[in-house]
């Protein structure tokens, strides 16, 4: 079972995350975007570019209005970004597996502050979710799987930090590896259409002349 | 597709569903993906903000056109269509959702400036009317409207006639003599039926101001009217068609730009999507007629002189901020004619509509909800300590009448372009600077 965790299943899932994250963004992209042949007030190209940017905070009282969605936003995001790249045993995986000379990890103390700023991110979007309204209306099961699986790999990772005992790392493996295998089919795919969608937003806008 | 079912008062499923397929391109699949229910957007929609209703979420609104998407692609939303375990959409989908789609949204794009990823939610709103319209579930206000504007030439049912009325007794008041038909002449101008019968004082502005500033202009009798019923209704063909007859009147009298009226839906339909609309591009300058006032202003071509004390602050209208990126034209323009001009936090790109663009106002049954999210406006008004809200737009300024009496509040609304006209510097007076 270990062997195949590790060897058939997580080639099996790193390949269905590839293609299946590429299919959708070709799906996507195949449908095409319209021509806007209005004649333009400003860049569009710059507006995409600053549509990237500009959505990372909402605009006016929005964002001081919704504190707790936009914070735990980023300490999840922020988190769950530094234990992906930055937690040693990660390095220490990537390293193997990517060609040049690697980066250093993060130390212990950097680890358990990102742990805990994901943990607490995800868990109060989560309650969020589950609590608020309007988040409970727009609220799939597939919002909910999302989060759980990332929460479970999360949580494994943090058992297997000090790859003392085998089958705990094997439990993280497998963990991610549910985590790609839906990866592609969900709405996680928003982490790459996300820049799709600012881009092209920015990009209408700024040829109407407004910074969006 | 019929057309003509945009306003017949029979339904048809098939016909909805195949028009919100159509709707969906590259940019509605990338958004559709992109959401992840955060439910940020519903803070910026003045229905949900004033009454706390989750169904007003602007994403929520978009249930039915999401549901096609899923449904046709998405791996797991085939596999469930094929399955048998997800409904498809159904008529019942249509009758639920018209509430949402046409009584509780103006377009005004404000949920669109406020979403995290990026989505142009009013984008897709403004798409997934084009299914509501064919299969049939639209207001009858709305209906009626498209109805009148395809048969008679204008949402009102106003004619020519009606017209040449308002146009004799504006040359009667100003002295002055309403080009009509002017081959040559270097801008047409456009109009709204709501200027021509609620603000007929517009018309008498955009006289004055236009003979003062020496510029070649003209009205056409085959085409004034730019409100557009078919982008508000969401029937691209009777946009085209409407839009088209602008293009041929302008063509037949050779003139070189066009003058968008105040009434925002009616710039964005002839600035923002006609080329769209046309498969082409427009080979006129497209200008609203608050832009052109600023060239002018700006050119030293009209002088005003003396400034209005009443404490005042501006509207901006949805379409000219929001789509059009106009914010600061406005503002010059006022500050020229008014000395106590106030601007609050949410003022310009992401100021409150007033309630009733987006084709709400022609809609009767919208009234309450209308009223209900105009408590924003009225706090926006009372915490500015207002006396007077100048806009640029007949339909915003109706609408903030109606909310300004029904809560008995003290506040003027003053057209943009009237007080202007009203400022005018007599020939050789005035500050013949950019103001
Ligand atoms: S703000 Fe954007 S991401 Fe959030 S629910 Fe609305 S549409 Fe979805
Ligand atoms: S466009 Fe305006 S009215 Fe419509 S859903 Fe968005 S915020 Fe609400």
């Not at chain 2, 003979?211 to 019923?229: I, M, P, Q």
């Amino acid at each position: 079972m270990t062997s195949f965790i590790l060897g058939p299943l997580w080639t099996f899932s790193l390949l269905v995350f590839c293609l299946g994250v590429a299919w959708r963004i070709v799906a996507i992209l195949a449908l095409g975007f319209p021509r806007d042949p209005a004649s333009p007030r400003g860049s569009g190209l710059a507006g995409g570019l600053a549509g990237l940017l500009r959505r990372s905070w909402p605009r006016n009282g929005v964002g001081r209005k919704n504190l707790l969605p936009v914070i735990a936003g980023y300490a999840f995001h922020l988190g769950l970004f530094a234990l992906l790249f930055f937690a040693a045993p990660h390095v220490r995986f990537l390293d193997h597996y990517l060609p040049g000379p690697g980066w250093t990890p993060m130390p212990r103390w950097g680890f358990v502050i990102a742990a805990e700023l994901a943990f607490a991110g995800l868990i109060l979007l989560w309650l969020r979710r589950v609590m608020h309204p309007v988040t409970r209306l727009l609220s799939s099961l597939d919002d909910h799987l999302a989060a759980g699986l990332t929460f479970l790999a999360m949580f494994t990772g943090c058992l297997a930090l000090y790859e003392s005992f085998t089958g705990l790392r094997v439990l993280h493996v497998f963990a991610v590896e549910l985590l790609l295998l839906y990866f592609p089919f969900s709405h996680l795919m928003h982490a790459f259409t996300l820049f799709m969608g600012r881009a092209a937003t920015g990009a209408r806008a700024a040829r109407h002349g407004v910074g969006a | 597709m019929n057309r003509m079912s945009t306003y017949a008062p029979e339904t048809s499923l098939e016909r909805g569903i195949e028009r919100l397929r159509a709707q969906i391109d590259a940019r509605v699949a990338t958004w559709f993906s992109s959401c992840v229910h955060c439910g940020l957007c519903a803070e910026a929609c003045h229905f949900y903000a004033e009454t706390g209703d989750p169904r007003y979420t602007p994403i929520h609104k978009l249930a039915p056109l999401k549901k096609v998407w899923r449904q046709e692609y998405t791996f797991f939303g085939r596999l469930a269509r094929k399955l048998g375990i997800s409904e498809p959409l159904d008529e019942q989908d249509f009758a639920d959702w018209e509430e949402l789609v046409y009584d509780a949204c103006t377009l005004c794009g404000r949920c669109t400036m406020v979403c995290p990823v990026g989505n142009d939610i009013t984008a897709m709103l403004r798409k997934q009317r084009e299914g509501f319209a064919a299969a049939g579930y639209a207001p009858e206000g709305l209906k009626g409207a498209t109805r009148r504007t395809v048969e008679v030439g204008s949402p009102m049912g106003l004619t020519w006639k009606a017209l040449e009325a308002q146009i004799r007794h504006v040359e009667r008041e100003t002295g002055l003599g309403v080009p009509v038909d002017r081959e040559g002449a270097d801008y047409l101008a456009l109009l709204s039926s709501l200027e021509i019968m609620g603000y007929p004082e517009y018309i008498g502005a955009i006289t004055r101001i236009l003979h003062r500033a020496g510029v070649s202009w003209t009205l056409s009798s085959r085409a004034f009217e730019a409100t557009n019923s078919g982008i508000q209704i969401g029937d691209a063909d009777v946009a085209r068609e409407l839009l088209q007859r602008v293009f041929d009147a302008a063509e037949s009298l050779g003139v070189k730009n066009i003058i968008s009226p105040e009434c925002g839906h009616a710039y964005t339909a002839i600035r923002w999507e006609s080329a769209g609309l046309l498969g082409r591009e427009v080979p006129y300058r497209i200008i609203h007629i608050v832009e052109l006032l600023d060239e002018l202003k700006r050119a030293g071509r009209l002088p005003t002189a003396g400034r209005t004390g009443v404490r005042v602050t501006f509207h901006d209208p949805c379409n000219l901020v929001r789509k059009g990126g106009v914010v600061d034209e406005p503002r010059r323009l006022l500050e020229a004619v008014a000395a106590d001009v106030v601007e609050g936090p949410d003022s310009g790109v992401m100021n409150w509509c007033c309630g009733g663009g987006g084709g709400v106002s022609a809609n009767e049954r919208a009234e309450g909800l209308r009223l209900a999210a105009f408590r924003r406006k009225k706090a926006q008004f009372e915490t500015l300590g207002v006396e007077a809200v100048v806009t640029a737009c007949a339909n915003c300024r109706n609408i903030l009448e109606e909310g300004i009496e029904h809560y008995a509040m003290d506040v003027e609304v003053m057209g943009l372009t009237e007080l202007l006209a009203e400022y005018l510097a007599e020939d050789g007076q005035g500050d013949a600077v950019a103001g």
